[in-house]
């Protein structure tokens, strides 16, 4: 099972362009991310940049519009992710257990839809794009 765990860090809604975290947080990251690949669980990762230096397209009438960041409405952003694949949900809340994240921080676990979940039909549908599914 692959699951997507996303970083939510508060106050990062707010964020300047160009703004990092601190060298002992990454740091105390990199050992983290270092144990989920040493336990053949991590298949990717990626940081975020802020809302302040993103963009969002919305559709309506067929018509897309966009938005450049930050958001004002927005309460609660990205700051990375991970992807693992693991044999359970529980394992996959284990390792977010586990993770060096401050009091600020909220992980959140998502389950990659996989090909195979999907009803017959839909997956007739879709079988044209086969190459395009993990």
């Not at 990454?26 to 270092?34: F, I, K, P, T």
């Not at 409405?73 to 994240?101: H, Y």
């Amino acid at each position: 099972m692959r699951f997507m765990m996303l970083m939510i860090p508060k106050g990062y809604e707010k964020a300047e362009p160009g703004s990092t975290p601190d060298a002992a947080a990454v740091e105390a990251m990199m050992r983290y991310n270092a144990e989920l690949q040493e336990a053949g669980v991590l298949l990717s990762l990626e940081g975020l940049h802020p809302l302040s230096m993103g963009a969002r397209v919305s559709f309506q009438r067929g018509e897309a519009t966009v938005t450049d960041g930050p958001f004002v409405e927005t309460n609660e952003v990205l700051g990375g992710f991970w992807m693992i694949q693991v044999a359970s949900k529980d394992e996959a809340i284990e390792w977010a257990k586990r993770c060096p994240a401050s009091e600020n921080e909220i992980i959140e676990l998502r389950q990659v839809q996989e090909f195979e979940d999907f009803p017959e039909d839909v997956q007739e549908a879709a079988a044209e794009f086969k190459a395009m599914q993990s």
